[in-house]
């Protein structure tokens, strides 16, 4: 496998949101606006490729490799705690705003199962640069799952988009001009499980459609 | 007195761990398929977030406070966590045999749920004392275990019913939480 293909499997293919269905909390809870998406997105990429990469170095040599075996995920965990602590105080000192929107959702990437599950199914046997790239991908697909899924909301549930502060686009004229309102739904609880069960829907539909065509195509 | 109870009350419906706080998603979407399990997982999970909750609590103000050192918490609360998970598993083994049989498999599992840690933080978060903080873990993790119970039989009953190809399996379950999460919004309105 070619570093190209393990970069984009992880953003398709092994999609961690849309496939694998992993680290669903922060997905629901703080994509409501696309700043906060993307504040998440950054953050779990520092944290994923990192600790990717920390635990890909710590187990390619065979001795420690050895000595760890027995208590690898306390290890790994207090190497995700590490970093999840640096993107905490990093996030407190430079990006206030969204250190309080994301609230208690940074901390708890220390539990995502993305992270944890990519040190324990990829890294802890592969090259280092592999494991970084890998990481790269999956943090790209949870990112780019996390950034559509607040596009709907935020469009359908407040009627802007908002990209960094005070840069914000205000999609009002639209809803004006159709004589319609944005739904406040979409931002509460209820419009996260609805959008995200039917974005799933979507994509399921894609995926089954395009098996089927496999099917035919080598039936023939 | 009464603000405990208020306090007691958010926590079990208002501001419901799983359908407002989004925690603990990941349980109420995997093991939610049998009545059994979800009863099996809620009560592990009761039991873990009331100790966790009230060991971190003494260990952040006793020890991080007193020794100047807030910013170790995710790390001491995660390693808390794990180590206490290990210990419940180990002693359930030789103290309660048949209670470990029906909790035993779901214990390895408690130890990345973001509910566990995310109740942990909570709890300092928001400054509650030792009372609130029993009170607050004991009734979240009670919502917990209520919604967990309510979806597993709504998921029994899913099965048989004729859902389109594409909404099998996870998506027509999250429409049917939102609905849930709908009802209980609305509970919002009491306090």
Excluded at chain 1, 18 to 23: A, D, N, P
Excluded at chain 1, 173 to 195: E, N, R, W, Y
Excluded at chain 2, 55 to 84: G, N, S
């Amino acid at each position: 496998m070619n570093q190209k293909e393990n970069f984009f499997k992880g953003v398709l293919k092994e999609n961690p949101l849309f496939v694998s269905v992993l680290g669903m909390c922060p997905s629901l809870a703080v994509t409501t606006t696309l700043e906060n998406a993307i504040g998440m997105s950054v953050a779990v990429f520092f944290v994923l490729v990192l600790s990717n990469f920390l635990v890909s170095l710590l187990m390619s040599s065979k001795k420690i490799a050895e000595l760890v075996k027995p208590v690898r995920i306390p290890v790994y965990i207090v190497i995700i705690a590490t970093l999840v602590t640096i993107v905490e105080m990093v996030t407190h000192a430079f990006v206030y705003n969204l250190y309080v929107s994301l609230g208690v959702f940074i901390p708890l990437i220390v539990v995502n199962c993305i992270i944890l599950g990519r040190a324990e199914a990829f890294a802890s046997n592969h090259k280092p640069i592999d494991a970084v790239v890998d990481g790269m991908g999956m943090a790209a697909g949870y990112g780019l799952a996390l950034i559509l899924i607040s596009l709907v909301r935020e469009i359908l549930g407040s009627g802007t988009i908002t990209v960094w502060g005070s840069l914000q686009v205000n999609l009002m004229p639209v809803f004006d001009f159709l004589k319609i309102q944005p739904l406040d739904m979409f931002t509460k609880p209820v419009g996260a499980f609805m959008t995200f069960g039917f974005l799933l829907a979507i994509i399921l539909a894609i995926g089954n459609k395009r098996q089927a065509k496999l099917e035919k195509g080598s039936a023939k | 007195m009464s603000n405990l109870i208020s306090l007691a009350f958010a926590a079990f419906i208002v501001e419901n761990i799983i359908l407002t706080q989004f925690l603990g998603i990941c349980p109420f979407l995997g093991v939610s398929k049998k009545r059994s399990s979800a009863i099996g997982m809620g009560l592990a999970v009761v039991f873990v977030i009331i100790l966790s909750s009230s060991i971190t609590w003494v260990l952040y103000h006793y020890v991080l406070v007193v020794l100047d050192i807030e910013y170790l918490r995710t790390i001491v609360f995660i390693l808390v966590i794990a180590a206490l998970v290990q210990m419940v598993e180990t002693f359930l083994k030789k103290i309660s045999p048949s209670l470990y049989k029906a909790l035993g498999i779901y214990l390895p599992l408690i130890t990345t749920n973001c509910a566990v840690l995310g109740v942990a933080i909570i709890n300092i978060n928001n400054g509650h004392n030792f009372i609130e903080m029993l009170v607050y873990s004991t009734f979240i993790s009670l919502g917990f275990l209520f919604v967990m119970y309510i979806f597993s039989m709504m998921r029994e009953k899913l099965d048989l019913a004729p859902v389109p190809k594409a909404f099998k399996g996870t998506p027509i379950a999250l429409i049917v939480a939102a609905i849930l999460a709908m009802i209980f919004a609305r509970f919002g309105g009491i306090i």
